[in-house]
T-cell receptor, first 112, second 115 residues
């Protein structure tokens, strides 16, 4: 089946730093979604991307849909302590119907 | 967006028993999805629940272990049957939003611990 490789697996940064994480796939995706999950909570949708090359922002977060349609990245600028959590990418592929494929997640730790 | 609630939020169960998890959505949706998230892991799709038909299970998941009900367009239940410690996970339900855009929203999850 389809797989998403998400990296890095974890990040430890200082408050105020910028963060970048990405997901890659061997197959084409039509939709990329980025989620944040806090401990004990369900994933919360941050950004949705629908077209190759699309660049979308949500506050300090910016995500891009790769030109090849096989990758996406998420940037967080000027990180703050509440950015701590697990970030997941998810994609909707050409052959997956309505079923999302999830990346393995990036655990972000922000030191004040 | 969609507002999703789940009950219970957490439970501790004994081996061999069963637990039914409820999922309620604030709007009518065609498909509801059930995921499992094992400790420290990503989300794995268990099944897709369609109203009026049997659920569609992913590879590795079977109806006898995870029976699903979908009595109407706003509600679904997932039962974890004959539980073992390996079933200790967070169980999440999700739906696609009703705006027409491909956005999937998740409930808060049910944290299950099996002793």
């Amino acid at each position: 089946g389809q797989q998403l490789n998400q990296s890095p697996q974890s990040m430890f940064i200082q408050e105020g730093e910028d963060v970048s994480m990405n997901c890659t796939s061997s197959s084409i995706f039509n939709t990329w979604l980025w989620y944040k999950q806090d401990p004990g909570e369900g994933p919360v949708l941050l950004i949705a991307l629908y077209k190759a090359g699309e660049l979308t922002s949500n506050g300090r977060l910016t995500a891009q849909f790769g030109i090849t349609r096989k990758d996406s990245f998420l940037n967080i600028s000027a990180s703050i302590p509440s950015d701590v959590g697990i970030y997941f990418c998810a994609g909707l592929g050409e052959t997956s119907g309505s079923r999302l494929t999830f990346g393995e997640g990036t655990q972000l730790t922000v030191n004040p | 967006s969609a507002v999703i609630s789940q009950k219970p939020s957490r439970d501790i169960c004994q081996r061999g028993t069963s637990l039914t998890i409820q999922c309620q959505v604030d709007s009518q949706v065609t498909m509801m999805f059930w995921y499992r998230q094992q400790p420290g892991q990503s989300l794995t799709l268990i099944a897709t629940a369609n109203q009026g038909s049997e659920a569609t299970y992913e590879s590795g998941f079977v109806i006898d272990k995870f029976p699903i009900s979908r009595p109407n367009l706003t509600f679904s239940t997932l039962t974890v049957s004959n539980m073992s410690p390996e079933d200790s996970s967070i169980y999440l339900c999700s739906v696609w939003g009703t705006s027409g855009a491909n956005e999937q929203f998740f409930g808060p999850g049910t944290r299950l611990t099996v002793l």
